[in-house]
T-cell receptor, first 115, second 112 residues
Framework: DTAVSQTPKYLVTQMGNDKSIKCEQN?????MYWYKQDSKKFLKIMFS???????INETVPNRFSPKSPDKAHLNLHINSLELGDSAVYFC??????????????FGSGTQLSVL | RKEVEQDPGPFNVPEGATVAFNCTYS??????FFWYRQDCRKEPKLLMS???SGNEDGRFTAQLNRASQYISLLIRDSKLSDSATYLC?????????????FGKGTTLSVSS
């Protein structure tokens, strides 16, 4: 069983479209995240949710809207896609906050290509 | 100053070599430190946590110097399978919680 699973693995779409990426974790973790890895391989945090509540939003454009229906799921919806949104998006989870609880477990990533 | 800085490399070493990576962080309040490993086109995976007293896991040794805000990773007896990007990770406080911030990574290539 995959611990953190995200779908789809690949997403190719046109500029201006709206798309969603889904993420689920079966580790019983309280905290989930979205990270973006750009073409220069820099992994940057976008959002963090703890028990369905948004706790970190790192100056991400409001075209990106995370949704956490329960603590095992954190989906990412992106409106009006732009060329610069092309990247690999990683979902991750951790047991909680603070020192030993913060170890991250990542999904396998969603490669988004905006044409 | 960037939050987490690493020498991007690449480090090209022969099998059996010892190689060391360094990382500096800007937030003196950071409390958690890790090294992650990322293979090409894969997700990052935890290599080891970094503790104040330094810690070792097989061929890997991690050190933390809080006064200098500096973390290191030493790999002894390098194997071909160690070829990957090594990411220095530090926690910072943001919003209502904390988050792990990644350095840009140091690329290691081990050759036979």
């Amino acid at each position: 069983d995959t611990a953190v699973s995200q779908t789809p693995k690949y997403l190719v779409t046109q500029m201006g479209n709206d798309k969603s990426i889904k993420c689920e974790q079966n580790l019983g973790h309280d905290t989930m995240y979205w990270y973006k890895q750009d073409s220069k391989k820099f992994l940057k945090i976008m959002f963090s949710y703890n028990n369905k509540e948004l706790i970190i939003n790192e100056t991400v454009p409001n075209r990106f809207s995370p949704k956490s229906p329960d603590k095992a799921h954190l989906n990412l919806h992106i409106n009006s896609l732009e060329l610069g949104d092309s990247a690999v998006y990683f979902c991750a989870s951790s047991q909680g906050q603070g020192s030993t609880n913060e170890k991250l477990f990542f999904g396998s990533g969603t490669q988004l290509s905006v044409l | 100053r960037k939050e987490v800085e690493q020498d991007p490399g690449p480090f090209n070493v022969p099998e059996g070599a010892t190689v060391a990576f360094n990382c500096t962080y800007s937030n003196s309040a950071s409390q958690s430190f890790f090294w992650y490993r990322q293979d090409c086109r894969k997700e990052p995976k935890l290599l080891m946590s970094v503790y104040s007293s330094g810690n070792e896991d097989g061929r890997f040794t991690a050190q933390l110097n809080r006064a200098s805000q500096y973390i290191s990773l030493l790999i002894r007896d390098s194997k071909l399978s160690d070829s990957a990007t090594y990411l220095c990770v530090v926690n910072i406080r943001g919003g209502a919680g904390t988050a792990l911030i990644f350095g840009k990574g140091t690329t290691l290539s081990v050759s036979s």
